[in-house]
């Protein structure tokens, strides 16, 4: 199955190095770079398009809003003014 998204290869060496830090930090254990692998793709399969749809969600809010300022500058005709 194709990935959600693409990372590059240096994003993704970094990505597995700060799991294997936190699995090392938060619980004593030693990740080898197979395992830290593995729970990378599910994050990117199973819960970043969440966090992704989210994302696209407040993006669009906040359009929505800016779009809606501009019509407050409108200018109001003159056949409008009687």
Same mark, same amino acid.
């Given at each position: /199955?194709?990935? +959600? @998204? !693409?990372?590059? %290869? $240096? %994003?993704?060496?970094? #990505? ?7 699995? #090392? %930090? $938060?619980? =004593? ?5 197979? *395992?830290?692998? @593995?729970?990378? =793709? @599910?994050? /990117?399969?199973?819960?970043? +398009?969440? @966090?992704?749809?989210?994302?696209? *969600? ?6 929505? *809003?800016?779009?809606? =300022?501009?019509? !407050? ?6 056949? $409008?003014?009687?």
């Amino acid at each position: /199955m194709k990935q +959600p @998204f !693409e990372l590059s %290869k $240096e %994003k993704k060496e970094q #990505l597995i190095l700060s799991i294997k830090q936190y699995y #090392l %930090k $938060e619980r =004593d254990e030693e990740l080898g770079n197979l *395992e830290a692998g @593995f729970i990378l =793709d @599910f994050i /990117m399969k199973e819960i970043a +398009p969440t @966090f992704y749809n989210l994302g696209v *969600e407040d993006a669009h809010h906040f359009l929505s *809003e800016k779009l809606e =300022d501009i019509f !407050e500058i409108q200018r109001i005709e003159p056949s $409008e003014k009687l």
